[in-house]
Antibody
Framework: EVQLVESGGGSVQPGRSLRLSCAAS????????MHWVRQTPGRGLEWVSG????????GYADSVKGRFTISRDNAKNSLYLQMNSLRAEDTALYYC????????????WGQGTLVTVSS | QSALIQPASVSGSPGQSITISCTGT?????????VSWYQKHPDKAPKLVIY???ERPSGVSNRFSGSKSVNTASLTISGLQAEDEADYYC??????????FGGGTKLTVL
């Protein structure tokens, strides 16, 4: 059974940093691209970033480019999102999602970790 | 990266059919066969219901179907049931290793 468990969320002040993690199990992690998708009450679902199986291809939404960094450790079956210079508009529930292959679609989702950016 | 355009809300009675549109451009929906649809119930993770425009994952009811014409993709739900009431989001590959969602559509089953 595919399982994706996010962690690392919390409450942080604007301008600070936070690192999210996603622990994957139940599939061959290094065969698939992985993504971060967030949900905000006002803007629905928003794709944040994706990374190919070997980290050779990485993409970011314009809204986070230059501030967020996605990475993965295939030996640890883990996905990460380093979030710097956080803004109030980054407040959201952040989901880790498994791709079907390589930037195709989100086959499985975690339950999410909540990030709140507020002074 | 502008969001794909979806109607804010649609509604239908049990047993009826509804269609949700998802309009993009020739740079995303129109250029790739990588449109997917997700069902989102409150406090639940999104669930894939359609991929590659019209393919249904194993376990998803055949009441869900998808199609695409030029720059617009559509999700049709036939034989509406109360459990179908949810938010629905389309998503497309947009080139350069990016993906883009629609703004979401709230389906109300009357």
């Amino acid at each position: 059974e595919v399982q994706l468990v996010e962690s690392g969320g919390g409450s942080v002040q604007p301008g600070r940093s936070l690192r999210l993690s996603c622990a994957a199990s139940g599939f061959t992690f290094d065969d698939y691209a992985m993504h971060w998708v967030r949900q905000t009450p006002g803007r629905g679902l928003e794709w944040v970033s994706g990374i190919s199986w070997n980290s050779g291809t990485i993409g970011y939404a314009d809204s986070v480019k230059g501030r967020f960094t996605i990475s993965r450790d295939n030996a640890k079956n883990s996905l990460y999102l380093q979030m710097n210079s956080l803004r109030a508009e980054d407040t959201a529930l952040y989901y880790c999602a498994k791709d079907s292959h390589d930037f195709d679609y989100f086959h499985y989702w975690g339950q999410g970790t909540l990030v709140t950016v507020s002074s | 990266q502008s969001a794909l355009i979806q109607p804010a809300s649609v509604s239908g009675s049990p047993g009826q059919s509804i269609t949700i549109s998802c309009t993009g451009t020739s740079s995303d929906v129109g250029n790739y066969n990588r449109v997917s649809w997700y069902q989102k119930h409150p406090d639940k993770a999104p669930k894939l219901v359609i991929y590659e425009g019209s393919e249904r994952p194993s376990g998803v009811s055949n009441r869900f179907s998808g199609s695409k014409s030029v720059n617009t993709a559509s999700l049709t739900i036939s034989g509406l049931q109360a459990e179908d009431e949810a938010d629905y989001y389309c998503c497309s590959y947009a080139g350069s290793s990016t993906l883009i969602f629609g703004g979401g559509t709230k389906l109300t089953v009357l």
